[in-house]
């Protein structure tokens, strides 16, 4: 979508890197989320925000680092990657969670680790 | 365990019929429940959300229904088109949390 950009699109990294995925949003939403897409697993929550400075765990957090100093930008930082995080990883903004409105997703980062 | 199922295999009608897509949970109560369309390559994108206290919910050719008895919620595309076919996938948006928890989707298919 236009207000949420990933970047890059595509990644390939060696194991025990470290790589950082971007994610921007134009909207000022105080929501942000990153999940990861896998076959048969769906979409899972890593981390997500609620604000700037405030962050939280989703289901799978281990291995994962986030930061949020401004409200616009969430990256996402794979400390040492595994194959394990070979995946699709998604980034997604909520104007106020998610009582009213949905959440507007990036179009992903593939992210391959060998 | 909570669990949320979406028909894992693939979904084929006819043009101009209506699709419908099943979501079940279990061991989870939500508050509202959102679904969303993926078209391959691309991130998910909103549809429509339901309330808990709502039992139906239309958009065009889009209807929802949303029935926390039986835990179910039916997705309905009436006079669906090719451009339908993508992957549907069903959102749970639980009390006291700010996340959603989805389903792996169904895939649509539509064929002329």
């Known amino acids: 979508d236009a207000g949420i950009t990933q970047s890059p699109r595509y990644k390939i990294t060696e194991t025990g890197r470290q790589v950082t995925l971007m994610c921007h949003q134009t909207?000022?939403?105080?929501?942000m989320f990153w999940y990861r897409q896998d076959l048969g697993h769906g979409l899972r929550l890593i981390y997500y925000?609620?604000?700037?400075?405030?962050?939280d765990k989703g289901e799978v957090p281990d291995g994962y680092v986030v930061s949020r100093s401004k409200t616009e930008n969430f990256p996402l930082t794979l400390e040492s990657a595994t194959r394990s995080q070979t995946s699709v990883y998604f980034c997604?903004?909520?104007?106020?969670?998610?009582?009213?409105?949905?959440?507007?997703f990036g179009s992903g980062t593939r992210l391959t680790v060998v | 365990s909570q669990k949320i199922e979406q028909n894992s295999e693939a979904l084929n009608i006819q043009e101009g019929k209506t699709a419908t897509l099943t979501c079940n949970y279990t061991?989870?109560?939500?508050?509202?429940l959102q679904w969303y369309r993926q078209d391959p390559g691309r991130g998910p994108v909103f549809l429509l959300l339901?309330?808990?206290?709502?039992k139906e919910k239309r958009k065009e050719r889009l209807k929802v229904t949303f029935d926390t008895t039986l835990k179910q919620s039916l997705f309905h595309i009436t006079a669906s088109q090719p451009a339908d076919s993508a992957t549907y996938l069903c959102?749970?948006?639980?009390?006291?949390?700010?996340?959603?928890?989805f389903g792996t989707g169904t895939r649509l298919q539509v064929f002329p």
């Open positions: 061991n989870y109560s939500p508050a509202y």
């Open positions: 909207w000022s939403h105080s929501y």
């Open positions: 959102a749970l948006d639980l009390y006291n949390t700010d996340k959603l928890i």
């Open positions: 339901i309330r808990e206290n709502e």
């Open positions: 997604a903004s909520s104007e106020s969670g998610t009582r009213n409105y949905g959440y507007t």
């Open positions: 925000s609620a604000a700037a400075d405030i962050t």
